[in-house]
């Protein structure tokens, strides 16, 4: 029997000295990376850190070892991701920043070895950016099996044709992994591919990087932009397809469910940094009479954020201790669970941080306006709330059926009903003795 909570003293030590390298190194740059000359600026100023962590062995941490990552298994990297989540930039210096990692997973389970030596490898070593494409405009993308972008294999090469939008850094990637429809014949889950996409290549029209909340002024190939991106008759050759025709969306699936896990660590990353900004707030601000620490609903903020924040990190935790023990497909339910209870928690602790800081918490001063427009889309990507609920919801009513003539299993009457005839000789014993 093993039911533990504790992380074995050689890996804690990685921990600490991740919490402290990420506080001192990289904190700082959030404050100046746009003096340094914004991205270009800052991988700059990354790279003196990356070899600190490299040196740590802890590059590309979620890859295995013949890759050049550490082969962690989930748990590990869920611990190191909460610590990185504190920051935005943390993930670049420590080579897992999405959607690059997402994809180098791609790469690495999926790959040809020429398309790991071409691709992968530069990948991993920062030369190069990518782009997963797979969102549409025009259809659900919680519903991906209406895609409606089409490759059509023409001689020795494929030619896609397609409308997308959402392909984060799509604007400034050297490379798109591209889902389309190969086969729309094939059961819905087999109709799709992926498909590795220079994006010099012809065809290939990033139209605008869409304005969002996180950048509501149009700007165009900035890091962190979401390309819209037309696909017009764009010719790759038959060595592009990665993995097998057909599999994209179980490659797809594969992505996500560990990338999810990491999402939901490094929301906890965010969400703990709110929180102390909330009760070091507390511990100052007064208003009348008192200090904003004496105060029952401020109280109630600070315990049920402690407490959904513990409940998500359990989960999570969890959540990646069944994907080490038993493989994705058993983590499935509890990864649906912490998409969308991480994301409520993630959104809830940074709104009533922000509130306690009144029109401060609202300015640009503080990083809480930033966390808030973060946190939002955290309900969105991957998968909105309500088709993990869905999700999870459909698991578990498949373990229920309808009571025999719909009476419910716990009415009391009925239930009574069989209780006298289950202790009849009792009953009849004490009727004997009146
Ligand atoms: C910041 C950000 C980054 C992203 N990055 C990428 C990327 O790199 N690559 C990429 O391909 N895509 C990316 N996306 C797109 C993202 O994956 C999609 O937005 C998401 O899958 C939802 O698809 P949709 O926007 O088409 O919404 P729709 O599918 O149209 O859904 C709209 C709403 O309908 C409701 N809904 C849907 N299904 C159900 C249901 N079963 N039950 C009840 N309600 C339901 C939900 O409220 C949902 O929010 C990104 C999105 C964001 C916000």
């Not at 519903?143 to 023409?154: G, S």
């Not at 498949?398 to 716990?410: F, I, K, L, R, T």
Request: proline share 6%; glycine share 8%; net charge negative.
């Amino acid at each position: 029997m093993s039911w533990d909570f504790s992380t074995d003293p050689e890996f804690q030590e990685q921990l600490d000295w991740m919490r402290d390298f990420v506080r001192r190194e990289i904190w700082p740059l959030e404050t100046i990376w746009r003096e340094l000359g914004g991205y270009e600026g800052l991988r700059e100023a990354l790279a003196p850190l990356q070899k600190q962590v490299r040196e740590r062995n802890l590059w590309a941490a979620h890859l295995p070892p013949k890759l050049g990552g550490q082969g962690m298994g989930q748990v590990r990297l869920g611990l190191m991701h909460e610590i990185l989540g504190s920051s935005p930039i943390a993930p670049l210096a420590f080579g897992n920043a999405a959607p690059d990692s997402g994809n180098s997973e791609i790469l690495a389970l999926a790959g040809t070895p020429e398309q790991q030596e071409r691709w992968l490898h530069p990948l991993l070593a920062g030369d190069l950016k990518s782009a997963f494409s797979m969102t549409e405009p025009h259809t659900a993308g919680s519903d991906p099996t209406q895609l409606q972008t089409r490759a059509v294999r023409d001689g020795d090469e494929w030619v896609i044709d397609g409308h997308k939008w959402f392909s984060s850094n799509g604007s400034i990637a050297d490379f798109l992994i591209v889902m389309a429809v190969t086969d729309p014949e094939a059961r819905p889950k087999q109709r799709a591919s992926m498909f590795i996409v220079p994006r010099e290549t012809a065809g290939v029209e990033v139209l605008r990087d869409v304005p969002t909340m996180e950048h509501p002024w149009e700007q165009f190939g900035a890091y962190g932009g979401h390309a819209e991106i037309s696909y017009n008759s764009v010719r790759v050759p038959a060595e592009a397809l990665l993995g097998a025709e057909g599999e994209g969306f179980l490659l797809a699936q594969q992505r996500l469910g560990p990338g999810r896990i990491h999402h939901c660590m490094r929301w906890l990353g965010v969400a703990r940094r709110a929180f102390d900004m909330m009760c070091e707030r507390a511990t100052y601000r007064r208003a009348h009479g008192s200090l904003l620490a004496d105060k029952q609903t401020v109280q109630n903020w600070i315990a049920d954020s402690a407490a959904e924040m513990q409940a998500a990190r359990l989960m999570t935790l969890h959540a990646a201790w069944v994907m080490d023990a038993q493989g994705a497909r058993a983590a499935s339910v509890d990864i649906a669970l912490i998409k969308f209870y991480g994301a409520r928690v993630l959104h809830d602790v940074v709104d009533r941080a922000l509130q306690v800081h009144g029109s401060l918490g609202y300015s640009t001063d503080l990083p809480l306006e930033q966390m808030y427009r973060f946190a939002r889309a955290a309900r969105i990507y991957d998968g909105p709330d309500e088709v993990h609920r869905q999700t999870v919801a459909r698991r578990i009513l498949a373990g229920y059926a309808a009571p025999p003539d719909e009476v419910p299993s716990e009415h009391l009457p009925t239930r009574r009903e069989h209780a006298r005839e289950q202790f009849a000789h009792l009953l009849g014993a004490l009727t004997a003795n009146d």
